[in-house]
């Protein structure tokens, strides 16, 4: 069974600084990765996925992520943080395979300090 | 353009009492998705369906029944609802698979 480990429950971080969410995932076949944001109150919108190509991947806002197939990790990242970034974090991976279910990790919650 | 709606928003019930919950997407595509969120676990697949009357099991079926007769609706069915099925229902929907899915707004269910 596949499994998608978000390191942090919580990241506090100020306003303009860099932050970086860490994704961790275990399979031993391909996968395809994903981070969606959830804003209060709202259902999940898509920053960015890796499906194939280049493992560094550039999504919306701002945000970025690399895929290390050697680390088997996701991590998403951005250079400089503003207020309106405050939200749940998701990573999610789909195995290759038969089943390509998505399964998602439990979230980060980034708080964006002033 | 309305995307993939999802109805009622809020629903309070009581427990033993059937529910239905309805999604809806404008855009045809093939593969529609419900999945449950609750505090510490994320979201979790109860159901997918990669075509109209083709379903199939996620990782927290029991206790639900999905039908697809159309492509654009996808309900989900609580048959005897039960107070550990009081979560935030999400309904998603993607062309392909793997691909994004697109998810609706949501739906906060309360089982009494």
């Known amino acids: 069974a596949q499994s998608v480990t978000q390191l942090d429950s919580q990241v506090p971080v100020f306003e303009e600084a860099p932050v970086e969410l860490r994704c961790n995932y275990s399979?031993?076949?391909?996968?395809?990765l994903f981070w969606y944001v959830q804003y209060p109150n709202q259902g999940l919108q898509l920053l960015l996925k890796y499906l194939s190509g280049s493992t560094l991947v550039k999504g919306i806002n701002g945000f970025e992520a690399e895929f290390n197939k050697s680390q088997t990790s996701f991590h998403l990242r951005k250079p400089s943080v503003h207020i309106s970034d405050t939200a749940e974090y998701f990573c999610a991976v789909i195995r290759g395979g038969s089943a390509r279910q998505l399964t998602f990790g439990s979230g980060t919650q980034l708080t964006v300090l002033p | 353009d309305a995307g993939i709606t999802q109805s009622p928003r809020y629903k309070i019930t009581e427990t033993g009492r059937q529910v239905t919950l309805m999604c809806h997407q404008t855009w045809s595509h093939s593969y529609m998705f419900w999945y449950r969120q609750d505090l510490g676990h994320g979201l979790r697949l109860i159901y997918y369906s990669a075509a109209a009357d083709i379903t199939d099991k996620g990782e927290v079926p029991d206790g639900y029944v999905v039908s697809r007769s159309k492509t654009e609706n996808f309900p989900l069915t609580l048959e005897s609802a039960t107070r550990s099925q009081t979560s935030v229902y999400f309904c998603?929907?993607?062309?392909?698979?793997?691909?994004?899915?697109?998810f609706g707004p949501g739906t906060r269910l309360t089982v009494t």
């Open positions: 998603a929907s993607s062309e392909s698979n793997p691909s994004q899915q697109y």
């Open positions: 399979s031993s076949v391909s996968v395809y």
